[in-house]
Structure formats: structure tokens, C-alpha cells
């Protein structure tokens, strides 16, 4: 691995950032990092100083709004300004052409709300995110509010997830689909970007962790994905149309998958081989079937697919599995011209993919591919004529 870059040590952040190895932004408690996360935000020591101010890259406080109300039944001045958001602008980022489900998002969805705080907390969320970005003037203010629905959003889905019933299972469905988008919006922020927080690698599988109750809540009923209104319109993902990868592009999946056959025979890398082989796998499949920007959208759910030992390999850093997340960072970039919350989001997989490998050789034609493929804007198919070719 190459030598890590120096950086500012904070020598007084919380104890849960000194535990996970991220910079703590000492604003709390609660830090930035354990709002977004909904984790125990806790200090050695807490200092009781009057002149000491916020720290430079902490939010401001917000007094022109008031606090998250604990019931959907009592809803303060912010949140109807959010739910009239949501029900007029924010819910057609949500629906795609494909399904054709902007009415599900625009109607069905609140009023399940209404009986699902989780669900609800979401929408605020998501809805703070979206005008932090379409307003920038208020984007402290609106970003600040974002971020406590979305810890109350978290905790709420994690607990009602445990006391599932099959008639929570819509309101449940809702929001799970939701939370993967409240993961991009985060991870997207244009003011936490700038607030010293962990790396868009480190948010991204942070919240991928939170949120993999959308398995589970599937798994209730398996077969919802044929009847459900929001798939009606939709084809099957496992029976789209595959296309032949581009030369260029079965040379990277052919690159990965040498890379990652190095390590098969070792037994103390079983996990992480087959973790890596899944998501190369999924991968290649993606590029097969879903370069047409109305498909692309499934591709939200890769690190899924990938499972757990993948999701493992990226936060322990193997090689394998950071070329891998950059190229699913190709395949993700032109979603940020289409919706708000995925602006920057594949570029910035890349960016820091080859800002960790570029040392190492053997990964030299797959960043250099994939940085001139994330710069691509609004590409329907990869060309191989404008591609840079994989070396053997």
C-alpha cells in the first residue's frame, strides 16, 4: 500500500471517530460523522470553556427553525414547508421514467408516512438535502435540518425493522428505497463535503451497512417485485437484454478478474476472493444490461448484490476491491446529470480510488480508463473509441 497522506490530526475528536480511524470534526457532542450515522457520540473530555467557539468546520447552529417534532401528528412550521417540498418539487428527482411511479412518490408515499415515522423522517431528510442543493443560500440551514431527520430516519428504520410486521411492509419497502437515496444526498452534500468528514468511500459503505434492511424487508415477501406498484412497469432485473462489452471495457473485467484469481488458492483470503468474484461478477453484468440511463438506475444496488465479505475487502482497503468500486464509480457518474443527489458521486468514488492505488503498477490501466470514463457526461453506451485500452 502506498504511505498515507499527511493531514491535520485531530487530537480531540470523539472517541467513536477515533475508533472507526476518521477525522472527528470536534463540533460535538454530537460530531458531524456520528449525527449522519446515528451512533454515540462520546468525548474524553468536554470542555466547559465560555470562550471557546465552533469549530471550523462545524455547522452552525440554526435558530430560525424548530427541532424535529417526536410525533408525525404534531408537525412543527419546517415540516409542513418540507412535506409541501417533497409533494411539489423534490419527489420527481424520485421517480424514474422507467417505472413511471412519480404519482407513488407524490401521493401514496406521504400518506403512508403519516403512520410511519421512519418513512416520514426520510422524506424530511431527503427534502432538507434537496433544497440545501437547490438553494444554496440557505444550504447550512437546510443541510443542518437534513441531517437530524436523517439520524432520527436511521434509528426509527433500524428499530421498527426488528418488530416487522407484513403490514409494515410497504411503508418499510418505502423507505429502504429511500435511504439508499438519502446515502447519495449525504455523501453528495456540497457543505459536508467541505466540513472535514470521512472520505465518500468510508460514508458510502457506512450507510450501505445501515441499510441493508432492504434485503430483509424483500425477503418478507419475495415476491412482491412482480405485483407491487413500483415494479409493475419495470423489467426484471435478472432478465435484461445483455449487450457485448466494449473491448476496452472487457479488458477491465478481465484485469479484475486475474487480479483477484492471484489469491484463490489462499485460504486466508477465501472470503475476500469470493466478495471480490461476486461483485466483479455483478459488475460485469451491470455493464451488460444497464448502460441505457433509464436501466442505470439499478445499479444503485450493487454493493448489495456484492454482499457482505465485499463490503468488508473496500473498508480494509484491498486492491481488488477499491478497482472494482471505481468502476461501478463509471457506471455511476452520469446518474449525477439526471438526479441532484448523485452529482459528483461517481467521480468522487474515482477520484479517490486512484488517489490510494496510483503507486501501485498493477493498477495503473484501470484508473487510467476509469478517470477518463468518469469525466463522460450524459454517455449512453461506453465507446471504444474513446476509451483507453487495458494492457495485459
Same mark, same amino acid.
Request: overall charge negative.
Given at each position: 500500500?502506498?504511505?498515507?497522506?499527511?493531514?491535520?490530526?485531530?487530537?480531540?475528536?470523539?472517541?467513536?471517530?477515533?475508533?472507526?480511524?476518521?477525522?472527528?470534526?470536534?463540533?460535538?457532542?454530537?460530531?458531524?460523522?456520528?449525527?449522519?450515522?446515528?451512533?454515540?457520540?462520546?468525548?474524553?473530555?468536554?470542555?466547559?470553556?465560555?470562550?471557546?467557539?465552533?469549530?471550523?468546520?462545524?455547522?452552525?447552529?440554526?435558530?430560525?427553525?424548530?427541532?424535529?417534532?417526536?410525533?408525525?401528528?404534531?408537525?412543527?412550521?419546517?415540516?409542513?414547508?418540507?412535506?409541501?417540498?417533497?409533494?411539489?418539487?423534490?419527489?420527481?428527482?424520485?421517480?424514474?421514467?422507467?417505472?413511471?411511479?412519480?404519482?407513488?412518490?407524490?401521493?401514496?408515499?406521504?400518506?403512508?408516512?403519516?403512520?410511519?415515522?421512519?418513512?416520514?423522517?426520510?422524506?424530511?431528510?431527503?427534502?432538507?438535502?434537496?433544497?440545501?442543493?437547490?438553494?444554496?443560500?440557505?444550504?447550512?440551514?437546510?443541510?443542518?435540518?437534513?441531517?437530524?431527520?436523517?439520524?432520527?430516519?436511521?434509528?426509527?428504520?433500524?428499530?421498527?425493522?426488528?418488530?416487522?410486521?407484513?403490514? !409494515?411492509?410497504?411503508?418499510?419497502?418505502?423507505?429502504?428505497?429511500?435511504?439508499?437515496?438519502?446515502?447519495?444526498?449525504?455523501?453528495?452534500?456540497?457543505?459536508?463535503?467541505?466540513?472535514?468528514?470521512?472520505?465518500?468511500?468510508?460514508?458510502?459503505?457506512?450507510?450501505?451497512?445501515?441499510?441493508?434492511?432492504?434485503?430483509?424487508?424483500?425477503?418478507?415477501?419475495? !415476491?412482491?417485485?412482480?405485483?407491487?406498484?413500483?415494479?409493475?412497469?419495470?423489467?426484471?432485473?435478472?432478465?435484461?437484454?445483455?449487450?457485448?462489452?466494449?473491448?476496452?471495457?472487457?479488458?477491465?473485467?478481465?484485469?479484475?478478474?486475474?487480479?483477484?484469481?492471484?489469491?484463490?488458492? !489462499?485460504?486466508?483470503?477465501?472470503?475476500?476472493?469470493?466478495?471480490?468474484?461476486?461483485?466483479?461478477?455483478?459488475?460485469?453484468?451491470?455493464?451488460?444490461?444497464?448502460?441505457?440511463?433509464?436501466?442505470?438506475?439499478?445499479?444503485?444496488?450493487?454493493?448489495?448484490?456484492?454482499?457482505?465479505?465485499?463490503?468488508?475487502?473496500?473498508?480494509?482497503?484491498?486492491?481488488?476491491?477499491?478497482?472494482?468500486?471505481?468502476?461501478?464509480?463509471?457506471?455511476?457518474?452520469?446518474?449525477?446529470?439526471?438526479?441532484?443527489?448523485?452529482?459528483?458521486?461517481?467521480?468522487?468514488?474515482?477520484?479517490?480510488?486512484?488517489?490510494?492505488?496510483?503507486?501501485?503498477?498493477?493498477?495503473?490501466?484501470?484508473?487510467?480508463?476509469?478517470?477518463?470514463?468518469?469525466?463522460?457526461?450524459?454517455?449512453?453506451?461506453?465507446?471504444?473509441?474513446?476509451?483507453?485500452?487495458?494492457?495485459?
Amino acid at each position: 500500500m502506498p504511505p498515507r497522506r499527511s493531514h491535520h490530526k485531530s487530537r480531540h475528536g470523539c472517541i467513536t471517530c477515533k475508533r472507526r480511524r476518521v477525522k472527528c470534526d470536534e463540533s460535538g457532542p454530537p460530531c458531524t460523522n456520528c449525527k449522519a450515522r446515528d451512533t454515540e457520540c462520546q468525548y474524553a473530555f468536554v470542555s466547559s470553556s465560555p470562550g471557546k467557539g465552533t469549530s471550523p468546520y462545524s455547522l452552525p447552529a440554526v435558530s430560525d427553525r424548530s427541532s424535529p417534532s417526536s410525533s408525525v401528528g404534531r408537525s412543527t412550521p419546517t415540516e409542513l414547508q418540507l412535506l409541501h417540498r417533497w409533494s411539489t418539487v423534490t419527489y420527481l428527482s424520485i421517480g424514474t421514467e422507467i417505472a413511471d411511479d412519480w404519482t407513488i412518490w407524490q401521493r401514496t408515499v406521504p400518506e403512508v408516512a403519516m403512520n410511519y415515522e421512519c418513512l416520514m423522517h426520510t422524506i424530511f431528510a431527503i427534502t432538507a438535502f434537496e433544497m440545501a442543493h437547490s438553494i444554496p443560500d440557505d444550504a447550512l440551514k437546510w443541510t443542518s435540518t437534513a441531517l437530524e431527520y436523517q439520524g432520527l430516519a436511521f434509528r426509527n428504520f433500524r428499530d421498527h425493522l426488528q418488530e416487522m410486521t407484513e403490514d !409494515d411492509h410497504d411503508a418499510m419497502l418505502y423507505c429502504s428505497i429511500l435511504l439508499m437515496v438519502l446515502a447519495l444526498a449525504s455523501a453528495t452534500s456540497a457543505v459536508l463535503n467541505g466540513s472535514g468528514r470521512e472520505s465518500t468511500i468510508d460514508h458510502t459503505i457506512s450507510h450501505h451497512e445501515l441499510v441493508r434492511g432492504t434485503s430483509l424487508v424483500m425477503l418478507k415477501k419475495p !415476491d412482491c417485485h412482480l405485483t407491487h406498484p413500483l415494479w409493475r412497469k419495470v423489467p426484471p432485473f435478472l432478465e435484461l437484454e445483455k449487450a457485448p462489452l466494449a473491448p476496452d471495457l472487457d479488458g477491465v473485467i478481465n484485469k479484475l478478474t486475474e487480479l483477484n484469481n492471484f489469491r484463490a488458492a !489462499d485460504p486466508s483470503q477465501q472470503k475476500t476472493y469470493v466478495g471480490c468474484k461476486t461483485a466483479i461478477a455483478w459488475l460485469k453484468y451491470l455493464y451488460q444490461t444497464c448502460l441505457d440511463m433509464k436501466l442505470r438506475t439499478f445499479s444503485l444496488a450493487w454493493m448489495t448484490c456484492a454482499g457482505v465479505d465485499y463490503t468488508i475487502a473496500v473498508r480494509e482497503q484491498d486492491h481488488v476491491a477499491l478497482l472494482a468500486l471505481m468502476c461501478w464509480g463509471v457506471l455511476m457518474a452520469p446518474l449525477g446529470d439526471e438526479f441532484w443527489y448523485g452529482k459528483g458521486f461517481g467521480q468522487s468514488v474515482v477520484s479517490e480510488v486512484a488517489n490510494t492505488l496510483r503507486n501501485e503498477p498493477e493498477a495503473m490501466d484501470i484508473i487510467n480508463w476509469a478517470e477518463q470514463q468518469s469525466q463522460v457526461i450524459n454517455i449512453k453506451q461506453i465507446s471504444p473509441d474513446s476509451a483507453v485500452g487495458i494492457t495485459d
